[in-house]
Each structure stands twice: as C-alpha cells, then as structure tokens.
Nanobody
Framework: QVQLVESGGGLVQPGGSLRLSCTAS????????TGWYRQAPGKQRELVAR???????NYADSVKGRFTISRDNAKNTVYLRMNSLKPEDTAQYYC?????????WGQGTQVTVSS
C-alpha cells in the first residue's frame, strides 16, 4: 500500500514563498508520474503541476513562471516550490501518484496567502 505524506504548507503573505514536500512509502514512486493538485473552498480540485517518471513537466497556466515542481527518486519525494504567491493560490494542496490502475492521494496540506 502506498502512502503519501505532504508537508510545508502554512500562512504566507502575498508575494511570499513556500516549498511543499511529499514523500511516498513503498517502491513505486520512481515508476510513475507524480503531481500536485489543489482545491479551494467551493471549487473543484485542479491540477497545479505534474512531473512524469522521465522528467516531463506541465503546469497550470495560473502558476507558470511562479511554481516549480521537482522530484528526487532516491528520496521518494516530490517538491513544489511556490514563489510570488497570490491570495488566489490559497487552497488545500494534495500530492498524487497516478499508476495504470489507480491514483494515490495524500491527506493534503493547507496553503493560505493573506496579509
């Protein structure tokens, strides 16, 4: 069974930065794509950034140029560096691994951007 544990969320002022981390248990991490999603109150969960097993990356248009996703397969960890944060980035952020059979999700970490 794969478990994902996120960390790094918190309260930050507009224009600030945070780095989220997500560490996976088990041995499948390096085999599959992994990504970050977010869900704000009253809104659907949306893709923020995704990185394939071979390093191909895509970002939501709303975060391009501000967020950077990376992965360290030796540590079974995916990161999301978030710069120039805006109030509209406020959401619960979830880590995801998508296999050919199912998706795995973490419990989420809250990011709040407010002055």
């Amino acid at each position: 069974q794969v478990q994902l544990v996120e960390s790094g969320g918190g309260l930050v002022q507009p224009g600030g930065s945070l780095r989220l981390s997500c560490t996976a248990s088990g041995s499948i991490f390096s085999t599959y794509a992994t990504g970050w999603y977010r869900q704000a109150p009253g809104k659907q969960r949306e893709l923020v950034a995704r990185i394939s097993s071979t390093g191909l990356i895509n970002y939501a248009d709303s975060v391009k140029g501000r967020f950077t996703i990376s992965r360290d397969n030796a540590k079974n960890t995916v990161y999301l560096r978030m710069n120039s944060l805006k109030p509209e980035d406020t959401a619960q952020y979830y880590c995801n691994i998508q296999t050919s059979i199912r998706a795995y999700w973490g419990q989420g970490t809250q990011v709040t951007v407010s002055s």
